[in-house]
């Protein structure tokens, strides 16, 4: 496939407002529209295709990470000057190709319609604050945008650590360096000790993904820092279980006592097809750091923080399935939809709304 081919397709991808372009080894080019795969009159995409476009955008960092990890994200660019999420990874027959398009402009906090809570957290001036969320949820936008309002604070010096460059900030009132992986700095870890060593009062990782990089976000945070950390889970509880799964077993009561100091929150999000018209929004689940949820923290004792978060909602605190709710009593998804999503169906429903049949 050559890069007109690949161009043309991304141009039918804009017109038709597709969320996404995949492309895997033997199938038709497929768009993503309105949660459909759509696929054209295109030929089938052979291996040797998708090898042809991806050689151009991967370095050689990029296919390290995809032989050791199987896939690997990167930053396209089309000649029209869109920028695009490209994901790359292995698959049976060989290498698949997934394009998204990334907002044109930065996100602004109040247009995500998230939880008051989660603005309130650019507030704070140190400690650590892990944003969970799965492939899709939402989660770098969510960063992206709490970017935003740090860089509106004149008494802020913001330093984000990227895999890829998604989102280019404008100059705001904040001192705000942006900076890649591979490009700028040389780990994410080396990108966070040398903020900290330059005086940011700020650190946003976009994705906290190994045991250097976790050790790197501590640190920063018991020396003062606000630490924002992308963290690959579907729920809070995952996230810590995540982040305690980077370093061996024998150094995990370290790590959680030192995690249960610095942290002042965390959240998780996943998005839901909205009710009435087009686009997705955010559930999201927030936990605040009160001395309940550290000493479940320093103990290990994950499996307790949910009903920490459900009897604290007064302090800020909701559960994914108190933000469905809240979701549904705003009409903003249907009961249908809040039920794939749920955890406790009763809690869900507590409004007394019923699934159609």
């Not at 993904?209 to 640190?219: F, Q």
């Not at 980077?246 to 998005?271: E, F, G, N, Y």
Request: net charge neutral; hydrophobic share 45%; with cysteine.
């Amino acid at each position: 496939m050559d890069t007109q081919r690949l161009e043309t397709l991304l141009v039918a991808m804009n017109r038709l407002g597709a969320s996404a372009l995949h492309l895997l080894p033997g199938r038709q080019p497929a768009l993503r529209v309105q949660r459909r795969f759509v696929a054209g009159d295109e030929q089938p995409v052979q291996s040797a295709d998708i090898d042809e476009v991806v050689r151009d955008m991967l370095f050689a960092d990029h296919r390290e990470r995809l032989a050791r990890e199987g896939h690997v994200e990167v930053l396209y660019v089309s000649r029209s000057g869109r920028r695009y999420r490209a994901t790359v990874a292995e698959v049976d027959g060989g290498t698949s190709l997934v394009l998204r398009p990334l907002p044109q402009g930065t996100p602004r906090l109040e247009a995500l319609e998230l939880p008051d809570q989660v603005g309130a957290l650019a507030r704070w001036r140190n400690g650590f604050v892990p944003v969970a969320g799965c492939f899709g949820s939402g989660k770098g936008t969510t960063l992206a945008a709490l970017v935003g309002v740090l860089n509106q604070d004149p008494a802020r010096h913001v330093v984000t650590i990227e895999d890829a460059i998604e989102f280019v900030h404008e100059n705001g009132p904040a001192l705000l360096h942006q900076q890649e992986v591979g490009t700028h700095v040389a780990t994410a870890a080396a990108g966070i000790q040398q903020a900290v060593a330059a005086g940011a009062d700020a650190v946003v990782v976009g994705d906290l993904r190994d045991g250097e990089a976790l050790e790197a976000a501590i640190t920063a945070a018991e020396s003062g820092c606000l630490v924002f950390a992308g963290v690959e889970a579907g729920s809070i509880t995952g996230a810590l279980t995540a982040l305690c799964g980077h370093v061996a077993v024998a150094q995990q009561p370290r790590l959680r006592a030192r995690l249960a100091r610095v942290l002042r929150a965390a959240t998780a999000q996943s998005l839901v097809p909205r009710s009435h018209r087009a686009g997705r929004v955010a559930v999201v689940e927030v936990l605040v750091a009160t001395g309940a949820v550290r000493d479940a923290i320093r103990s290990g004792r994950f499996d307790e923080l949910p009903a920490i978060v459900a009897r604290c909602r007064g302090l800020g605190m909701q559960t994914a399935d108190v933000a469905l709710r809240t979701l549904l009593a705003r009409h903003q998804i249907t009961p249908d939809e809040a039920l794939l999503h749920a955890g406790d169906r009763d809690e869900v429903l507590a409004r007394g709304w019923t699934p159609t049949r």
